[in-house]
């Protein structure tokens, strides 16, 4: 039987456990670039012992950012930085992945430390705010221009050149970002899709984007490839589990190695039932009959409950975000918890319970 503990074989590589450092946005970059505060804070979190390191959401252009501080993956240049990141992240012995993004009709936003609102061209916002049409968020965010199919072509291959970078700087696992409200969501959901193109309307009209995305990224990632969604909007007449399900198994079809299943962000008025493990259930029907590996995410902090639903088949990894940044050595801790003997930093072996191995580099 599986536990939190199992190493996972999943596409071309092997996670050395299930604990995932889900995407977190930490708007500390400019033009798109990493600077100190990603490898301290991404690099603390590979020495705290998860198998695989996700950047944030990276936009894969600049208009794609939530706000101008986001980081990017849409020029060359941004690839050493990153690489420094993904070389400490291996020296850990973990693995790293890296969330390619879109923000659509939520971007150029205020950090969200700051009141919430949009920021303006003279203050590193702009005005060209992307979605499938011409429905904004709310009366805080960007009224967006509706995508043309040229428009539209491009963000295509924005993907894809933003994947064929990822692969330059070394990273093991690409995910596309296609929830929380952002634009290949906004393309799935009737709530923000109201095209009458071949783009929207029917369900293969509206999945038509993020399957082309996944295709065209596909023939150029050789690696890991996982998906994140939103299962449901979690409000009448938006996107649904059941719809999910289909679309988890066109993708695995596409190639695709994981479902990263989460939910909402589609609308402001969504009723979500959130407590420990809520979009656990969604994880679990997906895998079931769409037959694929998926993650779970969501209040998930007890080390007993994230390893009772790898053992109950409940999902194949488990992704935490909060409790990571509260405890960037949770997966050590939680080893220890559990019974588990692994491996330290070695730096670090003398504060480690009995029997702790040093840590190996992993070498790929
Ligand atoms: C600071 C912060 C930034 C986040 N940024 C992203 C992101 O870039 N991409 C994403 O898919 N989700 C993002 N999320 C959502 C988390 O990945 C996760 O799905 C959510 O917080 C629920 O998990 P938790 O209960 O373990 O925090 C962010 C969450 C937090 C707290």
Redesign the pocket.
């Known amino acids: 039987m599986s536990d939190l503990f199992a190493p996972l074989e999943i596409g071309t590589l092997t996670l050395r456990n299930r604990i995932v450092v889900?995407?977190?946005?930490?708007y500390s970059s400019e033009d798109g670039f990493t600077t100190d505060w990603h490898l301290v804070h991404l690099g603390a979190r590979a020495a705290g012992g998860a198998g695989l390191v996700f950047t944030?959401?990276s936009a894969v252009v600049p208009e794609g950012r939530i706000s101008p501080e986001d980081l990017g993956i849409w020029k060359a240049e941004h690839i050493p930085g990153l690489r420094r990141i993904v070389d400490f992240i291996h020296s850990q012995g973990a693995h790293a992945g890296i969330?390619l993004?879109h923000a659509g009709r939520k971007a150029s936003m205020q950090v969200?430390w700051q009141p919430e609102r949009v920021r303006e061209p003279n203050e590193g916002g702009w005005p060209n705010v992307m979605a499938p049409s011409a429905v904004p968020f709310s009366d805080k965010y960007p009224m967006p221009v509706a995508l043309d199919p040229a428009g539209i072509s491009a963000v295509r291959d924005a993907f894809v050149a933003a994947a064929s970078r990822a692969a330059a700087a070394g990273f093991d696992v690409v995910e596309v970002?296609a929830?929380?409200g952002y634009l290949l969501h906004e393309f799935l959901s009737p709530l923000a899709n109201r095209r009458t193109d071949s783009y929207g309307g029917s369900f293969g009209n509206r999945i038509r984007l993020l399957v082309e995305v996944v295709d065209a990224v596909r023939a150029v990632w050789q690696k890991t490839l996982f998906v994140?969604i939103s299962a449901t909007d979690w409000a009448e007449g938006g996107w649904d589990a059941d719809q999910s399900v289909e679309l988890a198994k066109t993708l695995k079809n596409c190639g695709v190695d994981l479902i990263d299943v989460?939910s909402g962000g589609m609308v402001l008025d969504a009723k979500i039932p959130v407590g420990p493990g809520f979009q656990v259930p969604f994880a679990e029907r997906i895998r079931r009959e769409a037959d694929i590996y998926t993650g779970t995410?969501?209040?998930?902090?007890d080390p007993a409950q994230a390893d009772q639903l790898i053992r109950n088949g409940q999902a194949d990894l488990v992704?935490?975000?909060?409790?990571?940044?509260r405890d960037p050595y949770w997966p050590l801790h939680a080893a220890a918890k559990l019974g588990k003997t692994v491996s330290w930093p070695k730096q670090y072996l003398r504060a480690a319970p009995a029997g702790s191995t040093p840590r190996q580099a992993d070498n790929r």
């Open positions: 889900s995407p977190m946005c930490q944030e959401a969330q993004a969200p970002h929830a929380h994140r989460s995410v969501g209040f998930i902090t992704l935490l975000a909060r409790e990571l940044l």
